[in-house]
Nanobody, 123 residues
Framework: QVQLVESGGGLVQPGGSLRLSCAAAGSIVSISYMGWYRQTPGKQRELVASIASAGSTVYADSVKGRFAISRDNGNKTAYLQMNSLKPEDTAVYYC?????????????????WGQGTQVTVSS
């Protein structure tokens, strides 16, 4: 069984920083893609940042220059460093990953989601 475990959310003042972590656990063959999404009540979940296994990254325009995504392949962990936080960054942040597992000699790629971590930016 595969799990994505997120940590690092919390309450921070505008202009502050937080670092989110997403650790993948379980019988994993490989992880091709890891990303962070966020969602506020009444809105669709949106991509914040993503990183491929080779390290290429994609960012939402709203976070470019403020957020940085990285990953530690050996520890199957992705990070989201969030700087210069704004009240509009307040949301539940979800980790997503495309993970390949193996069973009876066959490989099964699928997307997994973490449970979400609340980030609140407020004075």
């Amino acid at each position: 069984q595969v799990q994505l475990v997120e940590s690092g959310g919390g309450l921070v003042q505008p202009g502050g920083s937080l670092r989110l972590s997403c650790a993948a656990a379980g019988s994993i063959v490989s992880i091709s893609y890891m990303g962070w999404y966020r969602q506020t009540p009444g809105k669709q979940r949106e991509l914040v940042a993503s990183i491929a296994s080779a390290g290429s990254t994609v960012y939402a325009d709203s976070v470019k220059g403020r957020f940085a995504i990285s990953r530690d392949n050996g520890n199957k962990t992705a990070y989201l460093q969030m700087n210069s936080l704004k009240p509009e960054d307040t949301a539940v942040y979800y980790c997503n990953a495309r993970i390949v597992t193996s069973y009876s000699g066959r490989f099964y790629p699928r997307d997994y989601w973490g449970q979400g971590t609340q980030v609140t930016v407020s004075s």
